[in-house]
């Protein structure tokens, strides 16, 4: 099992650990098992300094008092992109590759990025190979994944210039430095924004979207359902100022069950008829963030009446961790390959959940069609990955060695033990179906 652990790139599911259920009308500190600081738990990072003085549980708060524990949402966006210490905002944090704490597809194969494109490009045929093309993509990372798609030749049969413009939606400025290196030579026009929010529908462009490993990323709270509703499960220290501050507890934070109902707790544990229907006792994750963006996607993609003209739609393809339903424990930490607890370093360590397509469909289909999601396993076999693995090989007789790592790749994004399976792809199309090769979708999958 641990082996199978290490092998996979980013993910697991991590046991849930009992919660602490605060006392109402006060937050109490946990008594974990404390440990010197010197000998075992290492130094406080800048993220967690500012977390624990803000959540530190005293006594004699009440539970919803402006100080004291924090959502899981906001703990997860203050560790990924507080705009100095966040994860993805710090230079110095080597986050991608062989090297870094994470690697993502498109690192591992160039067919990756090469499939996306096929199927972007099949979409832009299918609706009539619009002149203007408008390339999208939602938090690029290393630029690694854009720069294959527009690799890959743009034909049409009239044989007429196309002009590409690429947004890339990118909060990191560290890593629009290393994404506009990467696209300096780039046969398009490139346009950085913070949001999706900052691009409009386009009636003289067709748009084509692809997010991979970006909603994973977003913040999700956590709930759990108990026999009076909906409680939010938060992050608080694990010292209390009442308590003997000389002796260290590591990790600094833990989780705690809110006395009472949030206000988040009862809109968001309410926001779909799926989450009404689990059973008392289910621990739920919800990204309302991800839920708003996704419908800015599909307002983007939807081919409806403009001022003057009707906008010339688009398509989009969402991959990630997760499948068709909610989670309720996926979140986790990862540092060097290996995946850590949430609340170990915090800013120095990646945070991800696990992704609910069924969510994200709920908040795009009334707009635009989407379909799938569908593994990635079955996405890339039936996009022509062993033909184009074949072309690849043949182009590098002469080179075993580099023979051999393109097959360890390809072997890597469609083993149905770890990648193949974990990773789902989700298409958005305002063409008309059957979409290729989402007909194919079965969702008997876990
Ligand atoms: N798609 C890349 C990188 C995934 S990591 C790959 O697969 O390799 C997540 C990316 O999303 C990073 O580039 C991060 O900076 C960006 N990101 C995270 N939250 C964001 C937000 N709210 N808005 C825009 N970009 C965000």
């Known amino acids: 099992m641990l082996q199978l652990l290490h092998s996979l790139p980013k993910r697991l599911v991590l046991t849930p650990k009992p919660l602490r259920v605060l006392k109402a009308s006060q937050w109490r500190s946990f008594n974990a098992a404390a440990v010197r600081s010197s000998t075992a738990a290492p130094p406080v990072t800048p993220i967690e300094k500012l977390i624990v003085e803000h959540v530190k549980a005293r006594a004699s708060y009440p539970w919803n008092c402006a ?56 979409q832009w045929e299918a609706a009539g190979c619009p002149l203007n093309i408008r390339l999208v993509e939602l938090g690029p990372g290393k630029g690694t994944l854009i720069t294959d798609i527009l690799r890959v030749p743009i034909t049409n049969k009239a044989s007429q210039a196309v002009t590409i413009q690429v947004h890339l939606v990118e909060t990191s400025l560290a890593l629009r430095a290393i994404q506009s290196q990467r ?62 501050e000389n002796i260290e ?3 600094r934070l833990q989780h705690v069950l809110s006395p009472e109902k949030t206000a988040i707790s009862t809109i968001f544990g309410n926001s779909s008829s799926r989450f009404q229907s689990l059973p008392i006792g289910s621990d739920l994750e919800v990204s309302p963030t991800s839920f708003r963006l996704a419908r800015k996607v599909g307002e983007l993609l939807a081919q409806k009446n403009m001022d003057t003209s009707p906008s010339l739609g688009g398509c989009g393809l969402i991959i990630d961790y997760g499948w068709d339903h909610a989670f309720g424990n996926s979140r986790r930490g990862f540092k060097n390959h290996e995946v850590v607890d949430i609340f170990h370093r ?17 908040s795009i289909q009334d707009l635009v069609p989407v379909y799938g999601p569908m593994t990635q396993n079955l996405f890339l076999s039936q996009m022509g990955l062993m033909i184009r693995l074949e072309r690849l090989l043949q182009s590098n007789q002469g080179d075993q060695a580099k023979r051999n790592r393109i097959i360890e790749g390809v072997k890597r994004l469609i083993n149905p033990a770890t990648m193949g399976k974990e990773y789902s792809v989700m298409g958005i199309s305002t063409n008309e179906g059957p979409i290729h090769p989402f007909h194919l979708a079965h969702t008997s999958h876990v």
């Not at 705009?83 to 110095?92: D, Q, V």
């Not at 994973?216 to 009076?228: G, Q, S, Y």
């Open 67 to 122: 100080v004291g524990p924090m959502s899981y949402a906001t703990y997860m966006q203050f560790c990924l992109s507080h705009p100095t210490e966040g994860y993805y905002m710090k230079s110095a944090n080597n986050i991608f590759g062989a090297q870094g704490d994470f690697i993502t597809s498109p690192d591992i194969s160039q067919i990756f990025g090469e499939m996306i494109a096929i199927w972007l490009l099949s």
């Open 183 to 244: 696209l300096s030579g780039a046969p398009a026009s490139v346009q950085w924004h913070d949001s999706v929010d900052h691009i409009n529908p386009s009636n003289d462009s067709y748009t084509m979207l692809v997010a991979h490993e970006f909603f994973d990323a977003l913040p999700i709270h956590v709930f759990r359902k108990t026999e009076e509703g909906w409680r939010e499960v938060m992050v608080s220290s694990r010292t209390s100022t009442s308590e003997n």
């Open 249 to 251: 507890q590591y990790p």
């Open 346 to 362: 915090p800013g120095e360590c990646d945070l991800t959940a696990n992704v609910d397509f069924a969510y994200l469909k709920e």
